[in-house]
């Protein structure tokens, strides 16, 4: 897993790629969401779009990172998740938990 940090105005941009999975990714995740929040950011944009795969360690990650921005009162949004992502958390039951978005401006102005 190898992340890249933007950032648009007061909005952080988390770019991910690679394999979101127990080892290396989760804490990856893990590291760089506490750093964030630890930086004062409260508002957090996670860019799936080159995730090539997700296993229940990364779904757990997510999860994790959702709960502890709320708890920090920041918001955790994820864009582009490509379609084997998608069905991950389709299939985990949790789409309706994460507010996802298809487009990067979409999904920075949703944060106004």
């Known amino acids: 897993m190898h992340v890249e940090i933007r950032k648009a105005g007061d909005i952080v941009i988390v770019d991910m790629k690679g394999k ?23 508002k957090v944009l996670l860019n799936l779009s080159e995730v090539t795969f997700m296993d229940s360690a990364g779904v757990g990650e997510l999860v994790a ?20 992502v998608h069905s991950t958390l389709y299939i985990s039951r949790l789409l309706p938990v ?15």
């Open 65 to 84: 990172g959702l709960k502890t921005a709320k708890r920090f009162g920041a918001s955790l949004r994820l864009l582009n998740a490509n379609e084997r």
């Open 20 to 42: 979101l999975a127990a080892g290396l990714g989760d804490q990856i995740l893990r590291e760089t969401i506490d750093e964030l929040l630890g930086e004062q950011w409260k």
């Open 98 to 112: 994460f507010e996802l978005y298809r487009d990067e401006k979409e999904a920075v102005s949703a944060f106004a």
